[in-house]
């Protein structure tokens, strides 16, 4: 796989690290008596143990090869781009609260954090970077 896609797909994937700092609004939700509606509760617990694991699967794309590692990338990909889907579809129907953040902040962060993981997918599918996780594309 060419160099510049590895830097590429590691930036994008990087990047959504900042999900990581949802874990700080969890007792922001209604139930706990916070101003944000219970609904934020599911996208932002997802959102934080997604975030954690960030720096692993940067390392390990990173450091490890094989198939079992490429789909692990493409799920943790594919299941980063839902949880921004469902965050969007959670902005739609249950807004945060203007005090926490405007619905402008909202969509927009939470769309470009989404292109990004699915941008990463889609260099993920490239058949030379499929074929260097299958020990294939090197000579």
Same mark, same amino acid.
């Given at each position: 796989m060419p160099k510049h896609i590895k830097w590429i797909i590691s930036v994008l994937m990087a990047a959504t690290i900042f999900r990581a700092q949802t874990v700080m609004f969890l007792p922001k939700v209604e139930v706990f008596g916070g101003p944000a509606p219970n609904a934020?509760?599911?996208?932002?617990?997802?959102?934080?143990?997604?975030?954690?694991? #960030?720096? +692993?699967? +940067?390392?390990?794309?990173?450091? !490890?090869?094989?198939? !079992? #590692?490429?789909?692990?990338?493409?799920v943790?990909?594919?299941?980063?781009a839902f949880d921004y889907a469902n965050g969007l579809v959670t902005?739609?129907?249950?807004?945060?609260? #203007?005090?926490?953040?405007?619905?402008?902040a909202v969509y927009g962060g939470i769309g470009l954090f989404m292109t990004f993981q699915l941008v990463a997918l889609g260099l993920l599918f490239r058949k030379d970077v499929?074929?260097?996780?299958?020990n294939q594309g090197r000579p």
């Open positions: 934020w509760f599911g996208p932002w617990f997802s959102d934080s143990i997604l975030g954690f694991l #960030v720096p +692993v699967m +940067v390392f390990i794309f990173w450091t !490890r090869s094989g198939m !079992r #590692v490429w789909g692990a990338l493409l943790y990909n594919a299941l980063g902005q739609f129907f249950h807004p945060m609260p #203007v005090e926490m953040a405007s619905a402008a499929a074929a260097d996780f299958a």
